[in-house]
């Protein structure tokens, strides 16, 4: 096969690659503190003879590495961040390794060493082949809060780039068209007077003012497009009924098919709370954290990444490996026993280029999509009724069902990206894709430069 070379390259450091998966795993970092993910991922990508940038875009925990010369210049969008409260052990039922500790739950250990992995691919075949292009390696810190790669853009990230590259695991194997939502994160501070709670009448409740902030925020519910989502949850309520609370606040998601209705959402959003504190003689102080532009998956990158799949190893589980995944299914409420799935993991491919799913969740991977042409592909690194931002999912993080699903997406990306390298009017094609797509629209940060960029702890 033409393209043996790549694949042979990316194999031949399995054992590496699979270590520092393994390594995350058992050492889960979260958003922005992902120091030890950050480092192991820059010693590999050094030893691979890349040159590497740790820490830039005022990031400590982000990467930037690159490879080669000359157009294409094609960017990998890693990510190595955990979640919060979601350890697991290899165990088939609910068991933290650390009680109340993070977990890999969103798989993020397969996704930063999968992207690894598809830049050793694609170095391996512009060293063999001599052609232009270049490999640009970006760690991305904080996926799961949904600002590193925004922080990225607002610093200057990808503009270099001509496509990007981003995969996740998933139950399946398979590359959706369509688009997940735009997003906004603020937190609304409600600072009133404390006083007893039933001896006195000078007290100003900010507990009132957020629980009307979050009545207004319901009546909203009815005025807003269908696809938009709003949710939020305390993060500080007073402290006993006999004190006036004189501190509240509540941290709110806004999210949106589009990334200009968010910014409206959003914007009566805040006068919501502005009203909740007109009525209630309290101030409020709106913290924005972040936000992230809906995801725009480009459709000829999406064909291309079809195009290749047939070359990429197909996948092979072991009777044990069958046996887990079969395990975990029946742990989840999907499972019908009377109707049970087909296979425990997903072994075929599925692509539908006619057709487009609107995703309720978000990803930063769409502010990328808006400065250049990109796509995230998938591939199953979990049992089929897996579920992301679980128990199961972290489990399947950390065993050979991951692992599997991991290096077949490395050898994916590198192989779509042979294509892009030896016809550059793919590459044209693609961007003319995108410019339609974009409608004339342009990407504008939705994170303000006053915001600060988070330091690890
Ligand atoms: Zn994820």
Known sequence: MEFRHIIDAILNQKAT???IALKMY???EIAFNEVKACAWLCEALEANGFKVQKGPYGMPTAIRAEWGSGHPVIGLLAEYDALPGLSQTQNLYKDPAVAGGPGHGCGHNLLGVCTLAAAIGMKADLEKSGLSGTVVFYGCPAEEVLMGKTFMAREGAFRELDLAFAWHGNYTNTIVLGQSGGLNSAVFHFTGRAAHASWAWNGRSALDAAELMNIGANYLREHMPPTSRIHYAYKEAGVAPNIVPDKASVWYYVRSQYRRQVDELYGRLCDIARGAALMTGTSVEIEFQGG??????????????????????APEYTEEELAIADALNRTRPEYDPNKPPAEPIHTGFIYDPDKYVISPGSSDVGDVEHIVPGIMVLNAT??????????????????SIGLKGMLRGGIWMALAAARFYRDNSLVQKAWKTFREDL?????????PK???IPQPE
């Open 17 to 19: 690659l699979e270590d």
């Open 292 to 313: 992230c532009y809906n995801t725009m998956p480009n459709k000829v990158l999406a064909d291309v990444f079809a195009e290749v799949y047939p070359l990429v190893p």
């Open 382 to 399: 979990q049992n089929i009724l897996g579920v992301d931002h679980t128990w199961q999912t972290t489990c399947c993080a950390g065993n």
């Open 450 to 452: 006053e915001v600060p």
């Open 439 to 447: 409608d004339g629209e342009t990407y504008n940060c939705p994170i």
């Open 26 to 28: 058992n050492d889960p």
